[in-house]
């Protein structure tokens, strides 16, 4: 368990409320603390108690601390977030229905630093989340296992009672002379100290049984072990993943591959049966860690710029399933279109890959024109056969780019009728021109009048 003075220096035994105060103070960015005392003025003016929970707190316990400011008010946190707005800046994104509101701090930095007396420095700027929660402190409470909760509004500590594990129900109260008390009913403090991750109650994975992908994640990012009792919980829930949608699994899964951690995490869900849970042909098998492992974005040539890491992770992965089964698996996740072209056409090509890369420059550039760009980049990173990975890099950079000089309008002009001979002709030219077999536009223009005379 990565640990840090913080964790090590605090008295959890002592009686007295552990007061975090200054600790925030100084692990906290500059920014981060600036933001989080404006925040208090604000819900002290408005005398509604509030709270930074869950990812923030255990990340600042443990020493890194991160960005994702999840902020909880005993009170009505879109009034809250609407003076904020005056005050400091950004844009308040409300959600009427749950009392909910992002707080959108994009684009504005540097009016916010100015407002927030930060000195303005770019490493600084970079500090600026891009947006923090504000929640109504609520209670949730479901219909039936799997289903989005109803909302009531409450307090903290039922607030609190609503979330996922001990390490996340951390709460440290920001406002007014309590400020800097942990609120710590569950003993997250003790959890993150032993590198825990617990429910809170054995009906939590019912609830909602993404918390098994979720607690997963948690593990393998922070090296936290699963207590036992909650490792008996997921087991008996597991066949609850079946009944969740291909969307959430999809969501749950993107965020696994975005980790550091990824290739661990997929190993441990494939030995404790989570991915077959969620679909028996969903497998991550050594050679699908190890195709993870070589992930890594191009800076140029390969045009898949508007794919993310982790749509590449998924390629990387789904390929080394029989294509058949990438097939139904992207179905079962409701993979996005594109994303599952692309898996499944490099599944498909992969073992093909070898023979292709023997054959003309023409044949290849039929054979892998058809793919998306994603689909091939990952077969690039993939194959071990020095001449497959020559001749895909050859197809992106040369061959896919080569045209005849001829066109349409070239054909017209000879007087040709539109139609099928139009594209036979112009396909050959450019066979021709990728095969060698013309050089020069005289060679093509040779090459042009014997097809045009053979079409007439
Ligand atoms: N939560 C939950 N059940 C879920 C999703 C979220 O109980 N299925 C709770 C967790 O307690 C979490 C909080 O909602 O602390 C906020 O969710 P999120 O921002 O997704 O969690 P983080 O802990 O901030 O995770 P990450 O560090 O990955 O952002």
């Not at 709270?51 to 009170?75: A, I, K, M, Q, T």
């Not at 800097?180 to 997250?188: A, E, F, I, V």
């Not at 992969?350 to 023409?362: D, F, G, M, N, Y």
Request: glycine share 6%; proline share 5%; with cysteine.
């Amino acid at each position: 368990v990565a640990r840090n003075k913080l964790l090590d220096n605090l008295n959890t035994n002592s009686s007295a409320p552990l007061n975090l105060l200054l600790a925030l103070k100084k692990s906290a960015s500059p920014v981060a603390w600036a933001l989080l005392h404006a925040v208090s003025l604000e819900a002290e003016k408005q005398n509604a108690p509030i709270y930074v929970v869950g990812g923030f707190v255990r990340d600042l316990l443990l020493g890194s601390p991160n960005l994702d400011l999840d902020l909880v008010v005993e009170g009505d946190a879109i009034r809250l977030g609407r003076v904020l707005v005056k005050r400091v800046g950004g844009r308040l994104l409300p959600h009427q229905a749950f009392g909910t509101a992002v707080w959108s701090l994009v684009g504005d930095q540097a009016a916010i630093l100015r407002r927030l007396h930060v000195p303005r420095k770019k490493t600084i700027a970079a500090q600026v989340p891009e947006f923090i929660d504000l929640i109504s402190a609520r209670r949730e409470s479901y219909t039936h296992s799997g289903a989005l909760p109803d909302v009531v509004f409450s307090d903290i500590h039922e607030d609190q009672y609503r979330r996922d594990f001990t390490i996340n129900t951390l709460a440290l109260r920001l406002d007014g002379p309590a400020a800097g008390q942990l609120l710590d009913p569950w003993r997250g403090l003790s959890d993150v100290h032993r590198g825990l991750l617990r429910t809170l109650h054995a009906q939590s994975f019912s609830d909602d049984p993404t918390r098994m992908l979720r607690m997963l994640r948690l593990a393998g990012r922070l090296g936290f072990k699963i207590e036992a009792s909650t490792l008996k919980q997921l087991k008996s829930y597991l066949h609850r993943l079946e009944a969740i949608s291909g969307e959430r699994i999809y969501k749950e899964l993107m965020l696994v591959l975005l980790e550091e951690n990824r290739v661990a995490i997929l190993k441990e869900m494939q030995r404790l049966g989570v991915l077959s849970a969620i679909n028996p042909n969903l497998e991550f098998s050594s050679s699908a860690a190890q195709s993870l492992k070589r992930a890594a974005m191009p800076t140029k040539n390969w045009e898949i710029e508007d794919f993310e890491i982790s749509d590449l992770r998924f390629v990387l992965w789904f390929m080394c399933l029989p294509p058949q089964i990438a097939n139904a698996v992207s179905d079962r996740l409701r993979l996005p279109l594109p994303l599952r072209r692309a898996a499944l056409g490099a599944a498909k090509l992969q073992p093909e890959l070898r023979v292709i890369a023997k054959l003309a420059p023409s044949a290849v550039v039929a054979q892998l024109e058809k793919e998306l760009p994603l689909a091939l980049y990952a077969l690039f990173l993939n194959v071990s056969n020095g001449t497959a990975a020559k001749t895909l890099e050859r197809y992106v950079t040369k061959w896919r780019h080569v045209r005849s000089r001829s066109d349409g309008n070239t054909l017209r002009k000879k007087g040709l009728k539109p139609g099928p001979a139009y594209s036979k002709i112009l396909t050959r030219l450019r066979a021709a021109w990728l095969d060698g077999e013309i050089k020069n536009a005289k060679q093509e223009r040779a090459l042009l009048e014997k097809l045009v005379d053979e079409h007439r």
